[in-house]
């Protein structure tokens, strides 16, 4: 069981489709993270779950929604996507709170294309 | 505000070969830590080695290296024996101290391919 599982890998949504992206840690890890890869361009930090709180990146479009319901499992959902939106969605864990600083843990991502 | 930054876009190496990959960085941060990730095709991020600011020795695993150079802010990675499955695209990352991993800050990455 790898430490961080990403589901679907591939995607490919319609504008108009409503679809949620989903990752599970099994590390025991206390913050998971959404980033956005897109080709030629550094990691973009979306939203942040860390110790209970949100933390999330001011310019990122209200049509990505992220969920936690508990420190395990963490939701992307997608509405009415634009062509742009397409890359690779990775999802991340660490532990945080420990007093040193730690790596993050990262799942094989989701391509998400939208056409 | 920090910055990464990896000039090479892409690298060849031969097989068995070293190579060096460069990453400086700029923070403003008294205390931080640098990472090496690398993402073969498949996608996913695997973390390769770790060093801090205050880390007195050069950081070793394996057949990787980190060249820490503090005054000239650079970090770079060396992989030694290149193997074929080192082919893939290679992140340099760095977080402050204080503060959540939020604060990472990751380089535009190296491709690097292993030639047999």
């Known amino acids: 069981e790898t430490g961080v599982t990403q589901t679907p890998r591939h995607l490919v949504m319609g504008m108009t489709n409503k679809k949620s992206l989903k990752c599970e840690q099994h590390l025991g890890h206390n913050a998971m993270y959404w980033y956005k890869q897109s080709a030629k361009k550094p990691l973009e930090l979306m939203f942040v779950?860390?110790?209970?709180?949100?933390?999330e990146n001011n310019s990122v479009p209200s049509r990505f929604s992220p969920e936690c319901p508990n420190s395990s499992h963490l939701f992307l959902h997608l509405h009415t996507l634009q062509p742009e939106d397409s890359a690779l969605y990775l999802c991340?864990?660490?532990?945080?709170?420990?007093?040193?600083?730690?790596?993050?843990?990262f799942g094989q991502g989701t391509r998400l294309t939208v056409v | 505000a920090q910055k990464i930054t990896q000039t090479q876009p892409g690298m060849f190496v031969q097989e068995k070969e070293a190579v060096t990959l460069d990453c400086t960085y700029d923070t403003s941060d008294p205390s931080y830590g640098l990472f090496w990730y690398k993402q073969p095709s498949s996608g996913e991020m695997i973390f390769l080695i770790y060093?801090?600011?205050?880390?007195?020795q050069n950081a070793t695993e394996g057949r990787y290296s980190l060249n820490f150079q503090k005054a000239r802010k650079s970090a770079n990675l060396v992989i030694s024996a290149s193997q074929l499955g080192d082919s893939a695209m290679y992140f340099c990352?760095?977080?402050?101290?204080?503060?959540?991993?939020?604060?990472?800050?990751f380089g535009t990455g190296t491709k690097l391919q292993v030639i047999p």
């Open positions: 060093q801090g600011s205050y880390d007195q």
């Open positions: 779950y860390s110790l209970e709180e949100r933390v």
């Open positions: 991340a864990s660490s532990q945080e709170g420990t007093g040193r600083t730690t790596e993050a843990f």
């Open positions: 990352a760095m977080r402050p101290h204080s503060g959540g991993y939020q604060k990472v800050t």
